[in-house]
């Protein structure tokens, strides 16, 4: 992977990130740096999985493949915030 590859997940980690946030209903008790990682993290799982059901390639917007990782993004997010609550 190139640098611009890298550097292009990264912002849309951080986007997926922020959505997946605004999913989960309540105050969440993870910090933005958490919500990043579990961004870029959904991005990259998303893209495979989107990848295996054939759906990241399509003409214009892949809207199947970022709903796929906002949904991994929320529930990464919900899961941290559980986790936290927990300790």
């Known amino acids: 992977m190139e640098i611009s590859g890298i550097i292009s997940a990264i912002v849309i980690g951080i986007v997926i990130g922020v ?11 993870i910090g933005i740096l958490w919500t990043i990682a579990v ?13 295996a059901f ?6 214009g917007i892949d ?4 709903l796929i990782q906002i949904g991994l993004a929320a529930l990464g997010v919900a899961a941290l915030d559980r986790a936290k609550a927990h300790r």
């Open 19 to 29: 959505l997946g946030r605004l999913v989960v209903p309540g105050r969440q008790r």
């Open 39 to 51: 961004g870029i993290v959904a991005a990259f799982i998303g893209a495979g999985i989107a990848a």
């Open 54 to 59: 054939g759906v990241a390639d399509t003409d």
């Open 63 to 66: 809207w199947v493949e970022w």
